[in-house]
């Protein structure tokens, strides 16, 4: 979902006011001043390893298992809706429906997760006006 990235930007220059555009964008021999990291299943895997905290690096993350996992904040598709929403095209399929005559559906249903401890950690004063538009804040 590539349309996500402006709001995963928009997400940490909220949280990093001093974080430059420029910022986001660096050279391979030189450190980024934050990270938006796209979800993979080997960085889901890997997600208990916060190479971000150790870096002390801001970073916001496509789904909430990598906050609750110790990052800083996410925004993506709600699991569960999306996890029910297959369970209905499953039923379809089983009932007789060719999975061709199926639309394609983008998600719809998106959620915020900031984790405070994480945002201390880094030294950061998360805005009252992020955490009131967070759906869950972890403290």
């Given amino acids: 979902m590539p349309d996500l990235i402006g709001k995963w930007v928009e997400l940490l220059k909220q949280a990093v006011p001093a974080l430059g555009l420029v910022a986001l964008l660096f050279k391979p021999d030189s450190m980024p001043d934050a ?14 390893r916060h190479l971000a905290a150790e870096h002390r690096l801001p970073t916001v993350f496509h789904f909430r298992t990598y906050v609750e996992a110790g990052g ?12 029910r929403r297959a369970a209905a095209y499953a039923s379809k399929i089983l009932a007789g429906t060719k999975p061709a ?6 998600p719809t249903k998106f959620e915020s997760v900031i984790d ?24």
Wanted: hydrophobic share 45%.
């Fill in 35 to 48: 990270l938006v990291v796209w979800s993979t299943p080997v960085f889901q895997l890997e997600r208990q």
């Fill in 72 to 83: 800083l904040m996410s925004y993506g598709p709600n699991l569960p809706d999306l996890n």
């Fill in 101 to 106: 005559n199926l639309p394609v559906e983008q």
């Fill in 116 to 139: 405070l401890k994480t945002a201390k950690a880094l030294g950061l004063a998360v805005p009252r006006s992020l955490l009131a538009r967070a759906d869950e804040v972890i403290e």
